[in-house]
């Protein structure tokens, strides 16, 4: 019968389920939905199973992100004209939050960058958002355009930075962890495509 089980491992701890078959070596199997599933000789004890969990907690936590990715649905197509309308959108969303500090509205610029979400160009007064950003959720391109006009404030990623964006989107962290499972639209887009 199987056994759910939790084992602590060096990657967090990770919940499988156990099975006890007619088999002459440990079988680990990741399911359709990210289940992990680990097969074991009848004779075998529980503490070899979690063990071989734990050994291979790495290969685990890869292989249940490779398989999120491919599932994961694709970007809606957006077109010229939309993204620039969504990520002006965006930026006066949250320069509301920089206003009261000094800072000027700044001219926004929108590029393919091939490895970038943004940039500041705080000397000249204006920020680069890449257009494949468009593609993200509105949570994402606000998180994105408030990390640019903070650097009119902090221009690096020092602790002032740091303070900065807490104070001002205290969820930041997390939208940022969010972001970087949307990696595929820098892929996806026209490289070379410029406008702004």
Same mark, same amino acid.
């Given at each position: ?9 060096p990657?967090?701890p990770l919940?499988?389920?156990l099975?006890r078959k007619r088999?002459?070596?440990l ?8 289940e ?10 529980v503490r070899?199973a ?7 907690s790495g !290969?685990i ?6 398989q999120e990715?491919r ?8 077109s010229?004209e939309?993204?620039t309308e969504?990520?002006?959108r ?6 509301l939050?920089?206003e009261p ?5 700044p ?5 393919m ?5 943004g940039?500041c160009? !705080?000397t000249?007064g204006y920020?680069t958002l890449?257009?494949?950003l468009?593609r993200c959720?509105?949570e994402?391109?606000?998180y994105?355009?408030l990390h ?8 690096d990623?020092?602790a002032g930075f740091y ?7 205290p969820? !930041?962290?997390?939208r ?6 949307f990696g595929?639209?820098l892929?996806d887009e026209?490289k070379?495509?410029?406008?702004g």
């Amino acid at each position: 019968m199987p056994q759910l089980r939790l084992v602590d491992t060096p990657e967090g701890p990770l919940t499988y389920t156990l099975t006890r078959k007619r088999v002459k070596n440990l079988n680990l199997r990741i399911g359709a939905r990210g289940e992990i599933k680990v097969s074991v000789p009848l004779r075998c004890c529980v503490r070899q199973a979690d063990d071989f969990v734990r050994e291979k907690s790495g !290969w685990i936590l890869d292989a249940c992100r490779r398989q999120e990715e491919r599932q994961r649905a694709p970007l809606p197509e957006v077109s010229r004209e939309e993204s620039t309308e969504r990520l002006n959108r965006a930026l006066e969303r949250v320069y509301l939050l920089v206003e009261p500090l000094g800072v000027a509205f700044p001219a926004l610029k929108l590029r393919m960058l091939k490895s970038q979400w943004g940039n500041c160009h !705080w000397t000249q007064g204006y920020i680069t958002l890449n257009i494949a950003l468009a593609r993200c959720p509105e949570e994402l391109r606000d998180y994105v355009a408030l990390h640019e006009l903070v650097h009119f404030l902090h221009h690096d990623h020092g602790a002032g930075f740091y303070a900065q964006m807490d104070a001002l989107m205290p969820d !930041w962290r997390r939208r940022r962890k969010a972001l970087k499972g949307f990696g595929g639209a820098l892929e996806d887009e026209d490289k070379g495509s410029e406008h702004g």
